[in-house]
């Protein structure tokens, strides 16, 4: 099956630091990658969908000059988290899908963001 | 507005017991997927099950079924003969098309606990 991976798997930081998050689509292409937050206890929610080449759209209440998403290539996309703050800390993890695999999104493994 | 609901926060069952974890949802798409994911401690997203709404026969995909009443607008997940390595959450989605773009809406979850 399909494989995505996250880098990194952890990150602890100081508060007002960036931290940049990679999702990779390993054995395929992905034209669209999602990302999603997922708060302890909670649901994931999405954040963000990104097309390669074009702007990410973001969801309603997510401040795009703090989650910057670039989709470079079609096996990777980035999100940073700009001056990140400890209610920036939770669970991160992206998704990809392809065209012709609308019957799912492939997840990664997540990114446990902790920020002090 | 696409919606899914999952009224068991958690559920305890005996192992080797089958279990149904409940999942209904609203849209008025005609077209539309539903999925069930499996979230262990380890936070990973793990896909199960998938069901498109003109599949005329319900998805089953070893011990995972799902119970698709379209009328009722429910999606059940069935698990037979569980086991230990079942405990995790579940979370039932729908992908809808909004605003023209591919998206996954998530339950809340149900945190499902196989006692030996």
């Known amino acids: 099956g399909a494989v995505v991976s996250q880098h990194p798997s952890r990150v602890i930081c100081k508060s007002g630091t960036s931290v940049k998050i990679e999702c990779r689509s390993l054995d395929f292409q992905a034209t669209t990658m999602f990302w999603y937050r997922q708060f302890p206890k909670q649901s994931l929610m999405l954040m963000a969908t990104?097309?390669?080449?074009?702007?990410?759209?973001?969801e309603q209440g997510v401040e795009k000059d703090k989650f910057l998403i670039n989709h470079a290539s079609l096996t990777l996309s980035t999100l940073t988290v700009t001056s990140a703050h400890p209610e920036d800390s939770s669970f991160y993890i992206c998704s990809a899908s392809y065209p012709g695999g609308e019957k799912t999104q492939y997840f990664g493994p997540g990114t446990r963001l902790l920020v002090l | 507005a696409q919606k899914i609901t999952q009224t068991q926060p958690g559920m305890f069952v005996q192992e080797k017991e089958a279990v149904t974890l409940d999942c209904t949802y609203d849209?008025?798409?005609?077209?539309?997927?539903l999925f069930w994911y499996k979230q262990p401690s380890s936070g990973e997203m793990i896909f199960l099950i998938y069901q498109g709404s003109y599949d005329e026969q319900n998805a089953t995909e070893g011990r995972y079924s799902l119970n698709f009443q379209k009328a009722r607008k429910s999606a059940n997940l069935v698990i037979s003969a569980s086991q230990l390595g079942d405990s995790a959450m579940y979370f039932c989605a729908m992908r809808s098309i909004i605003q023209g773009a591919q998206k996954l809406v998530f339950g809340q979850g149900t945190r499902l606990t196989i006692n030996p």
């Open positions: 849209t008025s798409d005609q077209s539309y997927g």
């Open positions: 990104s097309n390669e080449g074009s702007k990410a759209t973001y």
